[in-house]
């Protein structure tokens, strides 16, 4: 008989090169196809009859049990839903009136989480899948799912994100664990490594910092920068002596960052460093009345060790490049007492002379960020109606909502409500994202008036498109009582753009309908406790 492995060579090269198949079963070459598909047959039979049961495998341990409530029913139902209107799986999108489930999703985990419910079992893998195609769910749906999703996890590898994102999955320990620490730190894999130390920082910063300078020397340049950039979770003082050592590094990536880090320490040697180097170069004019600026003329070995990039990029120019650095990295408490004692306020609205304003004004925005100051943020910021878009410091929108980043979370969302205001919504998408969800008001109220007079105008309504979408995840659902009348389908302006009228429409019906959607959510969800 033929053997199996001249039967798969015969397949592969083709029965008319391989008649040796035909010959054995005495058939002419015109059948060879078929007595090779014979012949395979009988092997396969003669194979399985042959093989002998091999020890059962060893059954997976149970998972552990999930001590948190229930979902109610409603609940439950309304999760599947969600779940089903993944992304090639279900009807989502944003066609017609329709809300968009995709998006909802991550709101209704977080009301699932604040109420401390366990996930239904049979919904995890669902789960999985959807926390496997989007990060942002990953902390949420994770919380959601418990310990169960590591148990599955361990067993299908398409969900190894829960193993290293979750303490307690079997590549990331408890941080707690210090000989599982130290293991997984000296012996996992990259990825690994890079979770374990945010853990640990976010847990001890002081472990995670001895943790990292046990392995620094040995660690490659391109793995010691992603490490050194954990610390920036829990910065502290007691970070200053590794970050000063690490100036010297071999890595110039490796030395910027660590220079940005201790400029975000103001008491550090560095940030005092910057300061002496900056304020030669900046200060009162004769009348005291204004700034004058001497930008740097050489950058010399000591300013490279401490973070500036002599190399400018395209366009700007060396000068300038090398001043923007110094400002940055100065502590902000250098210019009350080098500018007259004036306030963050008053030193930003002196005139500066000989056009280095902007440069000025952008190197304190991104001081501002960088050291969390929320004097200087308001200073550079100004009033939310203040002229154009760019107001008395900050020189972009870009700017300005990093800005508004240093500022508490109602402060943040009333000096929008004030550009909307002043200025509408062609320029605020930006400023929106920093806002917390639900808006509060009177920033709610803003976005409603905005959207009502951009559809009063006829302006062209697809730029609105983007502000539309943040309105349905982040507008308070009370807000579908006022926006009801907005529904309707208003007449055509001679001046506006065609077809506006019936967009409109469908875009507050899909508002109305989704703000009133996670309404019914918040109430299915608290539906256990109101019994």
């Not at 968009?100 to 049979?122: C, I, M, R």
């Amino acid at each position: 008989m033929t053997t199996w492995e001249e039967l798969v060579t015969s397949a592969l090269l083709g029965t008319d090169r391989r008649g040796s198949v035909a010959q054995a079963a005495g058939r002419s070459r015109k059948d060879a196809a078929a007595a090779l598909l014979d012949q395979a047959a009988l092997h396969t039979v003669r194979r399985r009859a042959g093989l002998r049961p091999g020890p059962a495998a060893r059954l997976p341990e149970q998972a552990q049990p999930d001590p948190r409530p229930a979902l109610p029913a409603a609940a439950r139902r309304r999760l599947a839903m969600l779940l089903s209107d993944r992304p090639g799986v279900g009807s989502g999108g944003r066609r017609g009136t329709a809300p968009d489930l995709t998006e909802l999703l991550p709101q209704w985990l977080s009301g699932a989480n604040a109420h401390g419910y366990a996930a239904p079992p049979e919904l995890l893998p669902a789960l999985l899948d959807a926390a496997r195609g989007r990060t942002d769910l990953r902390p949420p749906a994770l919380a959601f799912a418990g310990p169960r999703a590591l148990w599955l996890a361990k067993l299908n590898p398409e969900w190894k994100f829960a193993l290293r994102t979750t303490p307690g999955g079997s590549a990331l320990p408890s941080p707690d664990d210090e000989d599982a620490v130290r293991r997984l730190w000296e012996e996992g894999l990259f990825a690994e490594r890079v979770a374990l130390l945010g853990a640990v920082r976010a847990y001890d910063a002081e472990a995670a910092r001895v943790l990292l300078e046990s392995t620094w020397s040995t660690e490659r340049a391109e793995d010691r920068l992603m490490f050194l950039d954990s610390l920036r979770t829990g910065l502290a003082d007691g970070d200053e002596p590794f970050l000063e050592r690490a100036l010297s590094d071999r890595s110039r990536n490796v030395r910027t960052t660590a220079a940005e880090l201790l400029s975000a320490l103001p008491t550090s040697a560095l940030a005092g460093r910057m300061a002496r180097r900056a304020a030669t170069s900046i200060a009162l004019d004769a009348l005291r009345t204004g700034i004058t600026v001497e930008a740097p003329h050489e950058c010399d070995p000591g300013m490279e060790r401490d973070g500036v990039v002599a190399t400018p990029p395209p366009g700007r120019g060396q000068r300038a490049w090398w001043l923007g650095q110094l400002v940055e990295a100065a502590p902000l408490a250098t210019w009350p007492q080098r500018l007259g004692g004036r306030t963050p306020a008053q030193i930003v609205a002196l005139p500066v002379a000989d056009d280095w304003q902007a440069e000025l004004h952008a190197a304190w925005c991104r001081a501002a960020v960088r050291q969390r100051d929320a004097a200087w943020s308001r200073a550079l910021l100004g009033a939310p109606a203040s002229p154009g878009a760019a107001g008395p410091g900050a020189v972009s929108l870009a700017e300005r909502a990093k800005l508004l980043g240093t500022l508490p979370e109602g402060e943040r969302a009333d000096w929008v409500a004030g550009f909307i205001a002043a200025h509408g919504l062609s320029e605020a998408f930006q400023l929106l994202g920093m806002c917390a969800v639900p808006w509060s008001e009177p920033l709610g109220g803003s976005v409603v008036d905005a959207l009502n007079i951009a559809r009063d105008a006829g302006s062209y309504p697809w730029s609105f498109s983007g502000v539309m979408g943040l309105a349905e995840r982040c507008l308070d659902p009370a807000a579908a009582v006022r926006l009801e009348a907005l529904t309707a389908t208003p007449d055509e302006r001679e001046d506006g753009a065609p077809g506006a009228g019936g967009y409109w429409a469908e875009a507050f019906q899909r508002l109305v309908g989704t703000l009133r959607l996670r309404a019914v959510m918040r109430e299915e969800l608290a539906a256990a406790k109101v019994r």
